[in-house]
């Protein structure tokens, strides 16, 4: 085997050249459309990285909104809280007033009948009193002194503040 053998002719070469250049071509295109892709990728990749921002700065502004929404509930329901035991505190006292004019007003007919006797005893007393004075005679000392206790009692200045009223204005409690 001889060097002779293994030589390229001309047309051989010449076709090589031109499949070699084909291949250049080709790889010219190939390295120019990766290039293309390459910088289709980059500037996708910077308008992913600028929206994947965007919607963080978003979400974290939402989060932020969220927090100051859910404080002003929370101090609402706070103040609704403190409302809500105000009343029941309200509602407590008042149920205990209640309570009391119910059991004073089971009362009600003996004190009328029992402020009628003593009416009565008060106007016998001092009919009895003028009746012994007006002949003469002196009472005896007892019913003097009982009369006279009524009379300071009735104009005493604590005589005309001998009512009761329930009312809310006046230091909360019965006077």
């Known amino acids: 085997m001889t060097a002779e053998m293994f030589s390229p002719t001309r047309t051989s070469i010449k076709e090589a050249n031109e499949h070699l250049q084909q291949l250049y071509g080709r790889v010219t ?3 120019k459309t990766v290039q293309e892709q390459a910088e289709s990728l980059i500037k996708k990749d910077e308008q992913m990285q600028t929206r994947l921002k ?3 700065q978003e979400k974290d502004s939402e989060i932020a909104e969220l927090r100051r929404s859910l404080e002003a509930s929370e ?3 706070q103040k609704l809280v403190a409302s809500l035991k105000e009343r029941d505190a309200s509602m407590q006292h008042l149920q205990h007033k209640c309570q009391l004019l119910e059991d004073i007003s089971q009362y009600k007919p ?3 009948g029992l402020l009628a006797r003593v ?3 008060d106007q ?3 009919s009895d009193y003028n009746r012994r004075v007006s002949n003469g005679g002196t009472p005896n000392s007892h019913h ?3 009369y ?3 009379m300071e009692m009735d104009n005493s200045p604590s005589s005309s503040n001998r009512h009761f009223s329930i009312s809310e204005e006046e230091d909360g409690g019965l006077t």
Do not use: K
Request: charged share 25%; no cysteine.
């Open 29 to 31: 295109e190939l390295e």
């Open 54 to 56: 965007e919607v963080s």
């Open 75 to 77: 101090a609402h329901v």
């Open 110 to 112: 003996m004190l009328e």
């Open 119 to 121: 009416v009565e005893a």
């Open 124 to 126: 016998m007393g001092e």
């Open 144 to 146: 003097t002194q009982v």
């Open 148 to 150: 006279q206790n009524s």
